[in-house]
């Protein structure tokens, strides 16, 4: 089997790009304790089954995403406590943002995403986490973000038709060739009108299967029955791409709570016009990077946030990109 998919089999790593900076970092693998170790020399190096492996470097496989490195990063350079807080994560994707807050012992998170199916399946799991896909962060308001949340806490409800409960016909003692007595009490037979009305009922209802368009009842799952919705969030982080995050602030603010605070990674390829970004998306300017800072410095001024940091990310992104994070709260 391919390293990077024994990785990820053995639960080392949460997909394959994540195994594959593993290997990248460091792994060893042997095939018997009596055996000395060998490492890894690249992603598709076939292992047998059984194969023994132990990680060089584990920092990368402690979250479902290199995310999670970052926002962890950015948590202590702030000296910011998550404990038995609620947060809101936009730009959730896999996860790896939501992952750290837990795992630094947030009570709950909220996740928003436009994508969908991108959460790990590890965190979709877990009740502490709520995900709303098919949401655009820029257009969120505590409305829209309650009704969405309560509906990912609902299941749908089949509608089964209940037979018991169907008028009682008259003379239905008939049925079975029984024979009316001088004392049988029809008062509590159905009327013909009645049985007419039920059998209309149950033709609309007929119809409206057949065609698809029988209205969903839906319920609040068992397990999340002591949730309360409160579209109200001590902090606020976020990862995202391709949006320049003045766009997204000014829905992020009626959704703080007073005296709580924004956490953002900052991508300056998305802040910055075309003609500043090189090549493969990359920012090779250094002075842009305070352009950047002071636009969003400015954004947040005019959203009555307080910046309290602006700091390097621990780690670059993806593509090579140098990235920051802005801290601010609200006061």
């Known amino acids: 089997m391919r390293a ?14 994540q195994a594959q900076r593993l290997i990248g970092a460091g792994v060893e693998w042997r095939l018997s304790p009596m055996l000395p170790w060998r490492k890894v020399t690249k992603n598709g190096e076939e292992l047998a089954q059984g ?13 479902v995403s290199r995310g999670g490195l970052k926002l962890e990063g950015a948590l202590r350079q702030v000296s910011l406590s998550v ?12 996860g790896g943002f939501t992952d750290c807050l837990l795992q630094q012992g947030a009570a709950r998170v909220v996740g928003v995403d436009v994508g969908r199916d991108q959460l790990h399946e590890r965190l979709r799991k877990d009740l502490r986490v709520t995900c709303l896909e098919g949401l655009n962060a820029r257009f969120l308001t505590p409305a829209t973000l309650a009704q969405a949340w309560d509906l990912a806490m609902s299941e749908v409800v089949k509608d089964e038709e209940d037979n018991e409960t169907q008028p009682q016909a008259p003379y239905a003692w008939m049925r079975n ?4 007595g001088d004392d049988y009490d029809d008062s509590n037979d159905a009327k013909e009108h009645e049985i007419e009305a039920f059998k209309s009922q149950r033709a609309v209802r007929a119809k409206a299967v057949a065609e698809g368009v029988l209205p969903e009842q839906r319920r609040r799952r068992s397990e999340l029955i002591d949730v309360q919705i409160n579209p109200v969030f001590q902090l606020i982080t976020g990862d995202l791409s391709f949006i320049s995050l003045t766009l997204v602030l000014p829905a992020l603010v009626p959704l703080l709570a007073n005296g709580g605070h924004i956490l953002m990674l900052v ?9 500043q970004v090189g090549k493969g998306g990359i920012v090779r300017d250094p002075a842009f990077y305070l352009q950047v800072e002071q636009k969003l410095r400015a954004a947040c001024a005019s959203l009555g946030l307080l910046v309290l940091a602006w700091c390097d990310s621990s780690i670059t992104g993806g593509d090579g990109n140098r990235e920051f994070f802005i801290f601010a709260s609200k006061s």
């Open 83 to 94: 404990q038995g807080t609620q947060c809101l994560d936009v730009g959730q994707s896999t």
């Open 4 to 17: 990077d998919q024994l990785l990820v089999e053995r639960g080392l790593a949460a997909s394959r790009a």
């Open 51 to 63: 194969t023994e492996l132990r990680l060089l470097d584990a920092a990368e496989a402690r979250y």
């Open 267 to 275: 991508k300056p390829q998305f802040e910055l016009q075309p003609s």
């Open 177 to 180: 060739g029984g024979e009316i």
